[in-house]
């Protein structure tokens, strides 16, 4: 996947958090964000708080509701960021 980005810069049709898997554990909050399978190191993961392909409003799979994509948040569509992971 090395090289691999997503444009960000253009609507894509986005699944619902539960549709993919999509979790926040406040565990999870404040870990090294740069190891592990978080959004954070997504290729999706945008500006902090949003995804190309996950909507932000819903319920994740635990049937929580946040207003965002959590950094410290995973999904099943994870694909590495190389540029972020250590």
Same mark, same amino acid.
């Given at each position: 996947?090395?090289?691999? $980005?997503?444009?960000?810069?253009?609507?894509?049709?986005?699944?619902?958090? !539960?549709?993919?898997?999509?979790?926040?554990?406040?565990?999870?909050?404040?870990?090294? $964000?740069?190891? &592990?399978?978080? /959004?954070?190191? /997504?290729?999706?993961? %945008?500006? &902090?708080?949003? /995804? !190309? %392909?996950?909507?932000?409003?819903?319920?994740?799979?635990?049937?929580?509701?946040? &207003? =965002?994509? !959590?950094?410290? &948040? $995973? /999904?099943? $569509?994870? =694909?590495?960021?190389?540029?972020?992971?250590?």
């Amino acid at each position: 996947m090395s090289g691999r $980005l997503i444009p960000k810069d253009k609507d894509y049709p986005k699944l619902s958090k !539960a549709t993919s898997g999509y979790v926040e554990n406040p565990y999870f909050e404040k870990s090294d $964000l740069n190891r &592990g399978y978080f /959004c954070y190191d /997504c290729i999706y993961f %945008i500006n &902090g708080n949003d /995804c !190309a %392909i996950v909507r932000k409003d819903g319920p994740d799979v635990n049937g929580e509701e946040s &207003g =965002i994509i !959590a950094p410290h &948040g $995973l /999904c099943t $569509l994870w =694909i590495p960021d190389e540029t972020k992971t250590n």
